[in-house]
């Protein structure tokens, strides 16, 4: 194997352990919000490393759209976990024995009076 | 007002080329054909889906751009081994709060970057932004006491600080660094946690 190959391989490997990181904790976290977190994040960081893994091996022109998949990704994820972060958060889905501060909702709740 | 809606302001030529060179790599051929087609469709985009009139370039410091970048990088890993170790130790639970982070940029398209920025790193998420206000909350993974809150809010603050220092000009990140440090010495002191109830009746949704 070149050297090439085991940056390609290293990259890949850990890539797959994030990617697995995420579906773990999905599995394990009790609510939507930190569900979302092991969701959406590692995954992010997983995907860019396999990515950065393929594209080494790839010739440069076509590394260069792995490139703008790994943008978009880094793009939109956050804006997607916040959006859904706050519809979770507005229909009650949160564990709230998982918080220990709940700053929003003192602020809703002086709001309201 | 009238100016903006003549198709010409809406085709600006940075938007353009971006979309063109969007469409080349979404193809992965650079040739005359796609050229042509990927001109077509960002010509037809880019007048269906007129973007606001006042942009901003993000361009301007490339050389902060990178260093943040690889700021957002590191703390990204840091962030993802943090937050595993923690449910780990945890056994498959969490400990987590919602905290409120004053916004230290007036700018949208700054606040909307950074917003991404923190949103980014596993264990953190802007949940809620209050513009009016100047308020983020944000959730926050890993939070046990006080003084872990407290830690979580100069860690989204110094984000936040890096991001204004990249992407906006030179004044308004030293105004950002100053409101950083007041807010980090207020929380300390404790005299912003009574006093949020001031602007109370803002129950915002700008995102």
Excluded at chain 1, 16 to 26: P, Q, R, T
Excluded at chain 1, 81 to 101: E, K, N
Excluded at chain 2, 4 to 25: D, E, K, Q
Excluded at chain 2, 164 to 188: F, L, N, T
Aim: charged share 20%.
């Amino acid at each position: 194997m070149s050297v090439r190959d085991w940056i390609s391989a290293g990259l890949l490997v850990s890539g797959a352990l994030f990617c697995v990181i995420g579906a773990w904790g999905m599995v394990r976290l009790p609510d939507t919000l930190s569900r979302l977190q092991a969701a959406t994040k590692p995954q992010t960081l997983g995907l860019l490393l396999i990515l950065a893994g393929t594209a080494v091996r790839l010739e440069p022109h076509y590394a260069a759209g792995l490139a703008l998949a790994g943008l978009f990704q880094v793009i939109t994820a956050p804006v997607l976990s916040q959006l859904m972060g706050r519809a979770a958060y507005r229909t009650g889905c949160v564990d709230r024995s998982t918080l220990v501060v709940d700053e929003l909702s003192q602020r809703l709740r002086a709001g309201r009076q | 007002m009238a100016k903006r809606t003549l198709p010409g302001t809406r085709v600006a030529p940075s938007l353009l080329i971006w979309l063109v060179l969007v469409w080349l790599l979404l193809w992965g051929t650079f040739d005359v054909a796609s050229l042509v087609y990927g001109t077509l469709v960002a010509l037809v985009v880019l007048v269906l889906f007129p973007l606001p009139s006042h942009r901003w370039n993000i361009f301007r410091r490339p050389l902060r751009l990178v260093t943040v970048a690889l700021y957002v990088v590191v703390d990204l890993f840091g962030s993802a081994l943090r937050f595993l170790a923690d449910i780990v130790r945890n056994g498959g639970s969490v400990s987590a709060a919602i905290v409120h982070v004053p916004v230290l940029s007036d700018v949208d398209h700054v606040i909307a970057s950074a917003a991404n920025v923190v949103s980014l790193a596993p264990g953190k998420f802007v949940l809620q932004i209050d513009r009016p206000g100047g308020i983020w909350y944000v959730y926050v993974t890993g939070v046990h006491t006080g003084p872990d809150v407290d830690k979580a809010v100069d860690d989204v603050l110094d984000m936040q600080r890096a991001v204004v220092w990249a992407v906006a000009g030179d004044e308004e990140a030293s105004a950002a660094a100053g409101r950083a440090e007041e807010a980090k010495r207020r929380r300390r002191t404790g005299a912003d946690r009574s006093g949020e109830a001031d602007h109370g009746d803002q129950e915002r949704e700008d995102r």
